[in-house]
Structures are given as structure tokens and as C-alpha cells.
């Protein structure tokens, strides 16, 4: 909330670290005029708007596919390999598997005899199409899991019975029974993935346009600016991709009121089957592709990194090396060390933190049998770009020079609503005889909490950790703000060497940014299992 | 009319019961045995739920025709389970409307419910969210929601396992008597004797009918 109220008022020219110290609307007047203002803000509806709204689309005809029609373990088996690729990673990836020099462009070549690049234009390109793809490619797994962590609250089987036995076919009970829960069940997510499409500044800048850029990254670039005065265009910048989130926000939950409704209207004329059913169905399909692209995504990082010679017309590499895992050896086990720090930390923190408040309100203490949803999805619905800018300006005002202690904090805050959404439920379901058995032996809260009921749910706790670890590494605007560009991690010299860097020496970041949280995530699920 | 014709389930090819042989006009039979004989797998039979673990011999009809190989939709079925299983999200007047046949006009589904809401004393809550009404009041609904879908044959699983004692007292022959009025077979699963409708049972286990 410091850091929005710290964006407001430079947004009203108000900002006496720089002698503006009277309040007027200029810094508004500027934005407006400014002549790449009104391309960026296209850009960015037409992203946060499609990429939203395909990711729904497919999640719920990938859910309906493989959870509803045919039941399979196969999503559980492959959604968190999937979520652990980090966007901005899979972005890179993106790039060598698609731009005209990339992988799948060489083997095409092969077939229709191309022997230099095609002139086209497949990523990076004006409409922002290619950042929309890798938006949907990366929102659509997530979505499913939310949706998947809500079928303890809604009885899959027994609704699908039920409604076959009145007749109805498995795509008209879906859509009349399952939706409509679903769709409310998962409007935070929904909220989450709309803000985040809207405002992404990493991923845009590796794969969105350039000229004009989306919004986020056209505000980021004002504040990375050297010219201070700036500042003030780009605070009103962020109070307006603020006001366009709480608008798409708005705009989504009346989409969905309207969706329920027309549903529950159809619903009352009780028609038994609904048309092209086969094709959605079949459509579920479309998880295959996801799934083939991210193992592509990592096939193609590996060899990138271990590549010395790779000419167009070549489906593999000419030559192997590895030069450059030498060469880039220092400033990656730096960037390693400080992204393991403070995903360490913050995640620790987070996690004391959220176990504390999990705690309490469970507790008896206080009437509130939950903590309110929205506050702990905050800092997901909020634009990053919008409150960290005015932390940092805060951290300024008050002369607060310690950056590691900022970084953490605002790690910590991003890591928490994903600690939350983990451990909401496994909390909240906890067979309580078990600690008032531990009572009744004369334990007191502590020792019940720390010797009873955290072992039992060291399982999920681990998992939780494994979660913020990976939400910590991989954040870019947080490390960049609260440390001033003074401390790196690999995601941040990932992101800042994706425009214009050796291919190879790219390949190499984005491939340890994926196996820093990988390697936890083994770790975690090993150490679940034995739990 | 049901019919079991030399009817037996297996689980990984070990029989869990001993071959069925019974016809059901329009009456109400209960099924009983301990947990584990097999009475909801058998449910499950009729309703066509089974996991693919199972394998049958024999054949289940109603009215004359086997349904073995129909999927569930195909059954026409009327089931009330021990949960009520009303939609979260429609009220009682938008369950309602949600099982009526689909070649009903509107206007005569409105006219059935009504009726039927009148009779049971819920005209007052077409309106309500599911979420509030009492636990008997759901259980009125979702029998009713059973019937209406105008089916061959109504499902009873546990129907009054999780009502309390006065409730099951008033809701029991309510229950019978609805289904009674709609001149239909019967098959309700239960392990509770008070439960059985008429004097005879049959037995899971033993295989046979017994008394009461």
C-alpha cells in the first residue's frame, strides 16, 4: 500500500527528491502525448485480453477432456513439470525454437529448401502475437491446477452421475454443472493470470515488439531511464495500468456473471446434449502440444548451450562445445548464489509467516475462520511494475540503502499468496483430535504445533516450499527494483542479455534458471514421498 | 419392470456376491447387507458406474430390454443418493427445471413443479439457494428431482443415512409414498432394517429374500 500511495503522488508531479514539489497533472499530460502511448496500450489490451481468455478456454477444455470425460493421471503427472519452466525461460526457448533462424524453422528449411533465414516475421512481431502464444502456453497449465485444487470442494463423480442419470451427456453436464462452479471457484486465479498478462514486463521485453513495446515495459523503460524526470510520466504510466487491471478485473467478473447466468438460462430448458461436443472433446488434445512444446523447450536450451557452430541449414549443430559454460562460469555461479539466497530466505520467511497467520486463524482466538482470499492474492493482482516503483521511491524518501533486505522483502511478497493457495487447505483440513490428543497429554501449543502437527504435514509443506523457491527465482522486476540494478540474480542477467546476446550464452542462463528450481522440486517431491 | 437375470459382479475376476436372479415391478425392494457385500457396486451396476476393475455375468433389464451395454444417459434412471447432491449453484425452482424431460414445454414444467412443491409444502423456497435449506428439505428436493425426469426405474442409495431419527420418522413414508404414487420399480440399498418398505428384504449375502 506504501509503495501504491509512493506512486500516486509522482504520478501528480509530486516528487520533491527531484524538486517537484507542487501537484498538477502534467506527468498525465505527458503520458497521453507521448507518441508510443496509445500503440502500447493496444498492445497490451489485445494481450492481456486474448491470452487471458484462451488460457480459460483451453484450461477448461483441457480439464473437461482429462478430469471429467476420461479420468487420467496423466495431468497430474506432467502440470508441474510443466509450471516449473519459468515464463521468461520458456520464452528464450520460445525464440530459438521459432524465430526464423530457430530449430523448427531449420527443419522446415530441410523439407522446402530454404537456405538462409526466411524473411518472416515469427516472434517479436508487432501485434504482440508470438508474447500472446507464449502467454497462453504458460497461463493454461497453472489455470488447470487451479482448477484441479478445487475438486476436493466439488464432487466431480457423483455430479457426473447424477447428471447422466437425468440423461444428459457428458459435455451438457459439464458445462450446466461444472462450469458454472469452476468459473467461481477460480475467479482469484483468473484475476491473477488477467493482471499478470496485462502488466508482464520480463517476458515482453524477451518476446513481445519493440517498437512500440507494451505498456508494462514502455513504463519500465521510462523508469530505467537516466533521465530522473521521466519518473513522473512513468508513475502516471503505472496508475494507469493499475486502473487497467481493476478495469479487466471488472470487466472479467461481469463476463463471468453473464456466462453463469446464460448457462443457468439454458440450463432451465433442459436440453440433454449441447452442439460439437466430439470436437471439444477431442480439442482436450491441445494438452499434447503444450506438453511437446516444453520438452522442445528444454531439448532445444541443451543444445544451444553445448552448441559451437550451428548454420541454418543444419538440423543439429555442426559442433559441440563448451566454451561457453566456461566463459559465462563466473557471472553464473554468481547469479546462482544470489537467486539460491534469496529464494532461501524469502521463502523461509514466507513461509514462518504464512504458518503463523494459518495458524492464528484457525486458532481460537479469533473469530475469523479464514484469511481474506483477496488480500492474500494482493500482490498477484496487483501490477508489479505500479508498487514496486513506489516502494523504490518510498525506500529513497527514507534513505534505505539496504538492497538485500528489500529484495528479500519483496520476494517474501510474492512468494506468499503461492504459499497460500498450497497450504490454505491442507491447514484448514488438519484433523484437529490429533493436536487435542496431544493436549490431553499434557503438551503445550508449541510442542503440539512443532512436534505433532507440522511433521504431519511436512509433505505439503515441503511442496509448498518447492513452489515459493521457484516463484523467488524467478523473479525480475522485484531484484531489479529493490536492488537498484546493483544485485543480480540469473534471472535478472537472463533478461538483460535476451536482446542481443550470443544465443549460446543465453541458452546457458535460461537453462540454469530452470534447473535451479528444478533441482528443489526434486529435492521436495523425494523428501514428500518419504514423508 | 427390472429384472436381474442370473446377475453376479466381480472385482479382479473374485465374485463379490452370489448370482441374482429377482424382478422388481412397481414396488419398492430393499437391498441389505453388511459393508463391503457389494450393495453400491451393484447400484453402480444398475446405474452404470462401475470402474473398469469390474466384470459381470448375466444381465440386468428394464422393461424387457437389457441395459448392460446403454451408458448411464441411456438408463433412465431416477437415483437420490445419501448426499443430496443439489447444484451449489441453482436454486431449488433451477434443479428442478433441470430434470424435467427435455420435450416438456416450459410452461408445463413450471406447472409440474409447482404442483409438486405445492404438495411437499416447499412453494415458499423455489426461490432459495440449495445452500439454505435444512437437511430434510433437501432430501424433499432431490427426491423430487428423482422423479421428475420421468424415469423407468428410481435408484435409492442410503436415502435416510444422514437424516436424524424424528427426520427419518417423517420423511421415510413420504418418500414411499411419492415413489409409491409414481407406479414405478424400486431398488433402494441400505443397511438399516427400519428402512425396508415392505416385509421382506433381500439379503446380499445370503443370496435370498428374508423377512423382516
Known amino acids: ?531 | 419392470m427390472l429384472e436381474f437375470k442370473e446377475f453376479q459382479l466381480f472385482i479382479n475376476e473374485v465374485a463379490i456376491f452370489e448370482p441374482i436372479s429377482m424382478t422388481i415391478s412397481n414396488e419398492i425392494v430393499s437391498i441389505m447387507g453388511p459393508s463391503g457385500c457389494g450393495k453400491s457396486s451393484l447400484f453402480m451396476a444398475v446405474l452404470g458406474g462401475l470402474n473398469e476393475e469390474f466384470s459381470y455375468q448375466g444381465d440386468i433389464e428394464i422393461n424387457g430390454e437389457s441395459i448392460m451395454q446403454r451408458s448411464t444417459a441411456q438408463r433412465h434412471i431416477g437415483m437420490m443418493m445419501q448426499d443430496d447432491l443439489l447444484f451449489p449453484h441453482m436454486n431449488v425452482m433451477q434443479n428442478l427445471l433441470f430434470a424435467c424431460p427435455e420435450k416438456m414445454k416450459k410452461i408445463e414444467k413450471l406447472d409440474l413443479i409447482n404442483r409438486y412443491l405445492i404438495k411437499t409444502d416447499m412453494y415458499e423456497f423455489k426461490d432459495s439457494k440449495v445452500q439454505s435449506l435444512s437437511g430434510g428439505q433437501k432430501s424433499r428436493i432431490s427426491a423430487l428431482r428423482a422423479v421428475l425426469c420421468q424415469p423407468e426405474i428410481v435408484l435409492l442409495d442410503e436415502p435416510f443415512a444422514k437424516l436424524d431419527q424424528s427426520l427419518k420418522q417423517k420423511f421415510r413414508p413420504w418418500l414411499f409414498d411419492l415413489l409409491l404414487e409414481k407406479n414405478i420399480p424400486v431398488l433402494m440399498v441400505t443397511h438399516d432394517l427400519n428402512d425396508c418398505h415392505q416385509s421382506a428384504f433381500y439379503d446380499l449375502v445370503k443370496g435370498e429374500f428374508s423377512a423382516r
Open chain 1, 1 to 531: 500500500m506504501f509503495g501504491l500511495l509512493a506512486t500516486v503522488l509522482p504520478a501528480f508531479s509530486y516528487f520533491p527528491a527531484l524538486n517537484f514539489n507542487t501537484f498538477s497533472f502534467n506527468a498525465w499530460f505527458d503520458l497521453l502525448q507521448h507518441p508510443s502511448f496509445f500503440s502500447a496500450f493496444k498492445l497490451t489490451v489485445s494481450t492481456g485480453f486474448l491470452s487471458t481468455s484462451f488460457s480459460i478456454l483451453f484450461s477448461f477444455i483441457i480439464f473437461y477432456r482429462y478430469v471429467y470425460f476420461k479420468p487420467s493421471r496423466f495431468l497430474n503427472k506432467i502440470l508441474t513439470p510443466m509450471l516449473a519452466i519459468p515464463h521468461a525461460a520458456f520464452a528464450i526457448a520460445f525464440i530459438l525454437l521459432l524465430s526464423p533462424s530457430g530449430w523448427l524453422l531449420k527443419i522446415i528449411g530441410q523439407f522446402v529448401g530454404w537456405v538462409i533465414p526466411p524473411n518472416i516475421v515469427t516472434v517479436n512481431d508487432s501485434y504482440a502475437l508470438s508474447l500472446t502464444l507464449v502467454l497462453i502456453l504458460k497461463e493454461t497449465p497453472f489455470l488447470i491446477l487451479m482448477m484441479m485444487t478445487q475438486l476436493p470442494n466439488i464432487p466431480v463423480k457423483s455430479n457426473r452421475l447424477i447428471t447422466q442419470s437425468l440423461g444428459y451427456s457428458d459435455f451438457a453436464s459439464f458445462v450446466y454443472i461444472m462450469l458454472p462452479q469452476l468459473l467461481k471457484n477460480i475467479r482469484l486465479p483468473i484475476y491473477a493470470v488477467l493482471a499478470f498478462s496485462l502488466t508482464v514486463v520480463d517476458v515482453a521485453q524477451i518476446i513481445g515488439p519493440n517498437a512500440p513495446p507494451t505498456l508494462g515495459v514502455l513504463i519500465h523503460q521510462w523508469i530505467s531511464n537516466s533521465d530522473f524526470t521521466l519518473r513522473l510520466q512513468a508513475a502516471s504510466g503505472a496508475i494507469f495500468l493499475l486502473l487497467l487491471v481493476v478495469s479487466f478485473i471488472v470487466l472479467f467478473y461481469v463476463l463471468e456473471q453473464c456466462c453463469i447466468k446464460l448457462i443457468l438460462l439454458k440450463s432451465s430448458a433442459s436440453k440433454r446434449s449441447i452442439m460439437f461436443e466430439s470436437v471439444f472433446a477431442q480439442l482436450g488434445k491441445i494438452i499434447y502440444f503444450i506438453l511437446l512444446l516444453s520438452i522442445l523447450v528444454i531439448v532445444v536450451l541443451i543444445l544451444w548451450s553445448v552448441t559451437f557452430r550451428w548454420g541454418f541449414t543444419d538440423i543439429l549443430p555442426n559442433s559441440f562445445s563448451l566454451k561457453f559454460w566456461q566463459k559465462s562460469q563466473e557471472a553464473l555461479l554468481l547469479g546462482l548464489k544470489n537467486a539460491f539466497i534469496f529464494a532461501m530466505i524469502s521463502t523461509v520467511l514466507g513461509l514462518v509467516l504464512m504458518v503463523g497467520a494459518l495458524e492464528f486463524v484457525n486458532s481460537k482466538k479469533t473469530n475469523r475462520k479464514y484469511l481474506p482470499k483477496t488480500l492474500m492474492y494482493l500482490p498477484l493482482l496487483l501490477p508489479q511494475v505500479s508498487f514496486l516503483f513506489g516502494f523504490n521511491v518510498f525506500l529513497l524518501w527514507f534513505d534505505f540503502h539496504y538492497d538485500w533486505v528489500a529484495i528479500i522483502w519483496a520476494h517474501s511478497l510474492f512468494v506468499m499468496p503461492y504459499l497460500y493457495i498450497s497450504l490454505k487447505s491442507v491447514f484448514e483440513k488438519f484433523d484437529k483430535r490429533y493436536t487435542l490428543q496431544s493436549y490431553a497429554l499434557n503438551r503445550g501449543y508449541f510442542k503440539t504445533l512443532f512436534f505433532i502437527k507440522l511433521p504431519m504435514l511436512k509433505g505439503s509443506i515441503y511442496t509448498a516450499f518447492a513452489l515459493g523457491f521457484s516463484v523467488s527465482v524467478v523473479q525480475y522486476l522485484p531484484t531489479l527494483y529493490m536492488g537498484e540494478g546493483r544485485i543480480e540474480t540469473i534471472t535478472t542477467q537472463m533478461v538483460n542479455m535476451a536482446s542481443g546476446s550470443d544465443y549460446r550464452r543465453i541458452a546457458i542462463f535460461a537453462l540454469c534458471q530452470i534447473l535451479l528450481p528444478l533441482i528443489i522440486f526434486i529435492v521436495a517431491s523425494r523428501k514428500t514421498r518419504d514423508a
